[in-house]
């Protein structure tokens, strides 16, 4: 299993939702595997769901799970919000439940984001291609938005270019 990460604030992780965005915007998480170069990842703060070529929603991360759906394990990544508000143990059992109705066929480790409320928006990528790699991340320091919702209202309508890759 993956070992815990520190929490970036300044930092936005737009994830590829193109095939899965009905599942993923859907259930209120994100769920990749964890093999290869999808397993890596910089915990920040805030999530922007991206289908075409434009994010499409923001939130914030609340807690990042690697469940085994085989072997039912699941192991608390980063609990962002901390446990006196979300305890682990309902963490675990959360990202448990969206990896088995987001993909119940998987049979790989998963990475399970819970993400908290989200926010539309129309935070777009400047290349006239869709987005053809599963994360990028931007730095979002000079933006100083309070909440996910704040964030996604001072990004609608600005590009992905306006910010420096992280």
């Known amino acids: 299993m993956l070992s815990p990460t520190k929490l970036q604030p300044h ?3 737009i994830v590829n939702c193109n095939r899965f965005h009905g599942e993923q915007d859907g259930y209120g998480a994100y769920a990749c595997p964890t093999t290869g170069s999808a397993g890596t990842f910089k915990n920040g703060l ?24 085989v072997t039912k394990q699941a192991k608390i990544l980063s609990n962002n919000v901390g446990a006196d508000i979300l305890s682990d143990t309902h ?6 439940k969206y990896l088995r109705s987001m993909f119940p066929a998987a049979k790989d480790e998963h990475m399970v ?3 908290g409320k989200r926010s539309q928006t129309d935070f777009r990528n ?3 291609e869709p987005m053809q790699y599963r994360k990028t991340y931007r730095n979002i320091s000079s933006v100083r938005a309070a909440d996910a919702q704040e964030l996604a209202h001072l ?12």
């Open 126 to 128: 400047s290349s006239t």
């Open 91 to 96: 963490l675990m059992e959360e990202a448990k």
């Open 46 to 69: 805030y999530m922007g769901l991206c289908w075409g070529r434009s994010v499409q929603r923001v939130a914030e991360v609340q807690a990042v799970v690697a469940v085994h759906p």
């Open 113 to 115: 984001f819970i993400l």
């Open 155 to 166: 990004l609608d309508g600005r590009t992905w270019d306006e910010f420096p890759r992280n």
């Open 11 to 13: 930092l936005l992780t």
